[in-house]
């Protein structure tokens, strides 16, 4: 089953995209992922309302009624309009199944690669390194002062233990969720 949604921005109440889901908890409708950069310009700007304006449709039958949503509102790249979408609507991927022969092509392409070189790699380690939430303390030591202060703030503080049903082990309870419980070799 699919829905048909559409955002309003609430500055000028006025509708803005126009856009179709088949989630059963219309997770689709409020994402912000996979949206264009006009869209998220808008949202930048404005606050924005969802409304879901047909529930529980086929998903061919929700690709009809975008397509025509989208041409009573207009497409503003087109100057038609107000909505942000960027096609006419009606070209979901629900259900796309790819021929072997697309499957052969994008095989092809994906064995045709260059290797990445060493410096690539060098490039990419840094960069990933840099994304670390303490990269900003990356090669500063910390001072005795400052690590009496933190000796201080965790001493005392019990540490609650916890044991493995299946191998009976004690110890901390992250320690034990990342080796025991469920995954736990004896279970």
Same mark, same amino acid.
């Given at each position: 089953?699919?829905?048909?949604?559409?955002?309003?921005?609430?500055? #000028?109440?006025?509708?803005?995209?126009?856009?179709?889901?088949?989630?059963?908890?219309?997770? $689709?409708?409020?994402?912000?992922?996979?949206?264009?950069?006009?869209?998220?310009?808008?949202?930048?700007?404005?606050?924005?309302? *969802?409304?879901?304006?047909?529930?529980?449709?086929?998903?061919?039958?929700?690709?009809?009624?975008?397509? /025509?949503?989208?041409?009573?509102?207009?497409?503003?790249?087109?100057?038609?309009?107000?909505?942000?979408?960027?096609?006419?609507?009606?070209?979901?991927?629900?259900?796309?199944?790819?021929?072997?022969?697309? #499957?052969?092509?994008?095989?092809?392409?994906?064995?045709?690669?260059?290797?990445?070189?060493?410096?690539? $790699?060098?490039?990419?380690?840094?960069?990933?390194?840099?994304?670390? *939430?303490?990269?900003?303390?990356?090669?500063?030591?910390?001072?005795? /002062?400052?690590?009496?202060?933190?000796?201080?703030?965790?001493?005392?503080?019990? #540490?609650?233990?916890?044991?493995?049903?299946?191998?009976?082990?004690?110890?901390?309870?992250?320690?034990?969720?990342?080796?025991?419980?469920?995954?736990?070799?004896?279970?």
């Amino acid at each position: 089953m699919a829905y048909l949604y559409r955002h309003i921005r609430l500055d #000028k109440n006025e509708p803005f995209y126009i856009g179709i889901g088949s989630d059963s908890d219309f997770k $689709r409708a409020y994402s912000l992922k996979d949206r264009n950069q006009y869209w998220h310009n808008i949202v930048n700007k404005s606050l924005y309302e *969802v409304e879901i304006l047909i529930d529980n449709i086929d998903w061919k039958f929700a690709c009809e009624k975008e397509k /025509e949503f989208i041409k009573l509102y207009g497409r503003k790249d087109l100057k038609k309009g107000t909505l942000v979408n960027l096609t006419d609507g009606g070209d979901g991927v629900y259900g796309l199944k790819f021929s072997n022969e697309s #499957k052969n092509k994008m095989s092809i392409a994906q064995k045709n690669k260059k290797p990445i070189t060493e410096e690539t $790699r060098y490039r990419m380690s840094l960069a990933s390194k840099s994304r670390d *939430v303490g990269s900003y303390r990356r090669g500063k030591k910390l001072t005795d /002062e400052h690590k009496a202060i933190l000796l201080k703030a965790i001493k005392g503080v019990p #540490k609650p233990k916890t044991q493995c049903p299946h191998c009976k082990l004690i110890g901390g309870l992250p320690q034990l969720k990342q080796w025991h419980f469920d995954k736990c070799k004896l279970k």
